[in-house]
T-cell receptor, first 115, second 116 residues
Framework: DAGVIQSPRHEVTEMGQEVTLRCKPISGHDYLFWYRQTMMRGLELLIYFNNNVPIDDSGMPEDRFSAKMPNASFSTLKIQPSEPRDSAVYFC?????????????FGPGTRLTVL | DQQVKQNSPSLSVQEGRISILNCDYTNSMFDYFLWYKKYPAEGPTFLISISSIKDKNEDGRFTVFLNKSAKHLSLHIVPSQPGDSAVYFCAAKANAGGTSYGKLTFGQGTILTVHP
């Protein structure tokens, strides 16, 4: 069974451009999480969904960030406009029903560089 | 406001010796703790966990200890192997409902290097 799939793996863009990161969770998983990893703050939860519904977006840095989950097999994280301080590795993770806090399965991440 | 802290950015250990990774937390509502391991260019993978009703959980070479009074947990790896070289993240879950359900708070990570 395929794991969590993220695309692109690397993204380099210029300040002010729109960036869209994509995620396909593991089939059958009800929970989907978006994280950002930086050296200073480690892994930060940005937002998570349960059954395609956003449950907690308190970690989203500001209005420039938005996330959607139009169906059970696809989610996007959008940054518009992007800024150099958004440069980080963004991870998507999913977990099955009943265990959202145990064994979250992570994708390989998208390394974003904003010039 | 870092509720989960890993104060050692890196740790270097000789193969065969013990590796001890530490984690401190501030939120008394945390009731479940996890350790994740991350290799370069990969996502974190779950390693071991412990509930707040226990003070120790063991899985092969990996043991997690929880000291609730000190709000401290540690991961012991014995014996350490070169393949254990990775970034280790400590994470915690709060005993709360609503939007906190399912939420993990991670530390900054500790880079472990095991030398042959």
């Amino acid at each position: 069974d395929a794991g969590v799939i993220q695309s692109p793996r690397h993204e380099v863009t210029e300040m002010g451009q729109e960036v869209t990161l994509r995620c396909k969770p593991i089939s059958g998983h009800d929970y989907l999480f978006w994280y950002r990893q930086t050296m200073m703050r480690g892994l930060e939860l940005l937002i998570y969904f349960n059954n395609n519904v956003p449950i907690d977006d308190s970690g989203m840095p500001e209005d420039r960030f938005s996330a959607k989950m139009p169906n059970a097999s696809f989610s996007t994280l959008k940054i518009q406009p992007s800024e150099p301080r958004d440069s980080a590795v963004y991870f998507c993770a999913s977990s099955p029903h009943g265990q959202p806090f145990n064994e979250q399965f992570f994708g390989p991440g998208t390394r974003l560089t904003v010039l | 406001d870092q509720q989960v802290k890993q104060n050692s950015p890196s740790l270097s250990v000789q193969e065969g010796r013990i590796s001890i990774l530490n984690c401190d937390y501030t939120n008394s509502m945390f009731d479940y703790f996890l350790w994740y391991k991350k290799y370069p260019a990969e996502g974190p993978t779950f390693l071991i966990s412990i509930s707040s009703i226990k003070d120790k959980n063991e899985d092969g070479r990996f043991t997690v200890f929880l000291n609730k009074s000190a709000k401290h947990l540690s991961l012991h790896i014995v014996p350490s192997q070169p393949g254990d070289s990775a970034v280790y993240f400590c994470a915690a879950k709060a005993n709360a409902g609503g939007t906190s359900y399912g939420k993990l708070t991670f530390g900054q990570g500790t880079i472990l290097t095991v030398h042959p």
